[in-house]
């Protein structure tokens, strides 16, 4: 068995504001909104991977906004999604992983705090404070490059981590990562081999645990990585050049 584990925003999905040109499929509707969407090739190219491997959604989206995505090639067996602290199985919460992920990240809980009570008092916060699933903080800020380096300077960052994309500033456990996520996965599903592909920081750990991991053209260098991993995607959209890595690496395994 070989399982992929595939982020989604800006991995296998695109918003609207992201043009992937005119020959694509809408994905997600938000408060009556066509909102993301994949091209027609990834949508033909997913629906052969999925016959080849278990594809598994790796997303920081939470239960209700994975929800809303439907990319039209069948439901998934397993998603990680709140940066994998949910494993969501034929779509129902996995209670015995939840838990367990409520353990990893208890030795956080004080830092977590603490950065609650310094975002509900910056005057750049312009979104209200969400504790998503009792496991990690996100928030919307202007200027939020100055708030992550503010944060840093006052956290303990060997128990959490803090990132933000775009205007939206998240501080997580640092037990709470995508690549612990799919070593349990790993763990519990013993699969032959793991791919995954991922776009931003939260997927550094995840394509560099994974067997073959797939990141966009300049990643590397923008995120400081120096670990195997593989840059796709130059002279294509990223979506639909990761899928075609898959194929190769199964007619590769075979």
Known sequence: MIIFNA?????LIYSYKHDIGPAKRNVEIYQ?????????????????????????PTSTRTIEQYERIDLGIGN????????????LVDGVKDERWYQESLRLVSLSAAAINTASKILEGDFRRKFELRLIENLFI????NEPEKVVFDLKAQLNTDLVDVFNNGEKVYVMPSSLNKGA?????????????VVAAGDSEFDISMVVKADRGFV???????????EEIHEVGSNSIF????????????????
Request: with cysteine.
């Open 32 to 56: 009556g909104r066509e909102v993301s969407f994949i091209t027609d090739k990834t949508y033909e190219l997913l629906q052969k991977v999925k016959k080849e491997m278990l594809i598994v």
């Open 76 to 87: 998934f067996k397993y998603a990680l999604v709140c940066n994998g602290g949910v494993l």
């Open 181 to 193: 996520a799919i070593g349990r996965l790993r763990a519990m599903l013993k699969p032959d081999f």
């Open 7 to 11: 982020d989604l925003d800006n991995t």
């Open 239 to 254: 979506s639909e050049a990761v899928l075609e890595e898959c194929i190769k690496i199964k007619a590769e395994l075979s």
């Open 216 to 226: 966009p053209d300049g990643f590397k260098k923008k995120y400081g990585v120096d």
């Open 138 to 141: 996100f928030t919307k800020c």
